[in-house]
């Protein structure tokens, strides 16, 4: 029976853990989300050459908020605050950053496309038909040659080619006509229906509305016509613009922008 005493004594007795286990701390996980983050983080950095990439800067800020909150939440079991603080402030600083470049390299594009229409409005008014023409050349060129010459150029064309001339010319030439008519002829720049990029260039269209009294040759008061403007940037100095293409009369809304290439998968745009 002592024998029996003793021993239940012995089990009773709380084993005491090691001086060395207490110290040990408990494991903890880097979380996926924190990690993930700064990888987006680092993707949202491309965004400069492609508004695709705004998606990882997005994910980032999302990924990296969400994995803050779960570590805070469960600090014995997770950590990666830093990694999840890191990945939200890449997505925030390349992606507000990037879209605030963009947005303001737009306006200035927009700005700069519509300084441009109202100026040919006012060649229009101004202006002779050889001024117009010359304004359909690229920047380029036209550093190379005077209104003239491209004037010369044009009637030339019109001896060999007159019906193709008039294809391209016709609309421009009777607009001028109409405005030459009458001093209460008017031209005015109205609003640009798009903006878009075509390669390394940009494309805007710029509405205009003509309106004056009626005539034998121009019954309707008011008609409308639109110019498709290219802009090309020379060694990054801002963008100079010429006309691409003429229409008149024109329906509003009723042009379209050109559409991206279609990529097949290999690397073949069509």
Not at 48 to 55: D, G, K, N
Request: aromatic residues 10%; hydrophobic residues 40%.
């Amino acid at each position: 029976m002592a024998t029996d005493h003793k021993s239940s004594n012995v089990l009773s007795q709380p084993t005491e853990s090691s001086p060395i286990e207490n110290e040990l701390p408990a494991y903890r996980a880097i979380s996926s989300r924190a990690v993930l983050s700064v990888l987006c983080g680092i993707l949202a950095v491309f965004s400069i050459a492609s508004p695709f990439f705004y998606i990882f800067a997005v994910l980032a800020v999302v990924l990296g908020f969400t994995a803050d909150w779960n570590i805070q939440r469960y600090p014995d079991i997770l950590t990666g605050r830093g990694l999840a603080q890191t990945g939200a402030a890449l997505g925030l600083i390349f992606g507000l950053g990037i879209f605030t470049v963009s947005s303001v390299q737009g306006f200035i594009h927009t700005r700069n496309a519509e300084s441009f229409a109202k100026y040919y409005a006012e060649v229009f008014k101004t202006g002779d038909l050889a001024h117009l023409l010359w304004l359909e050349i690229p920047p380029v060129q036209r550093k190379k040659v005077s209104a003239e010459d491209v004037m010369e150029k044009a009637q030339a064309a019109k001896k060999k080619e007159s019906m193709m001339y008039e294809m391209k010319n016709g609309p421009l030439r009777n607009l001028k006509k109409r405005l030459d008519s009458s001093k209460n002829q008017e031209i005015h720049f109205v609003k640009l229906e798009g903006e878009a990029r075509d390669g390394m260039n940009l494309v805007a269209l710029a509405l205009f509305e003509v309106h004056g009294p009626e005539s034998k040759d121009f019954p309707k008061k008011e008609e409308y016509a639109l110019a498709v403007l290219k802009g090309t940037s020379e060694g990054g100095k801002g963008y100079e613009w010429w006309v691409d293409e003429f229409q008149y009369p024109y329906k509003p809304a009723t042009a379209t922008l050109p559409e991206k290439p279609v990529d097949d998968g290999h690397g073949h745009a069509h």
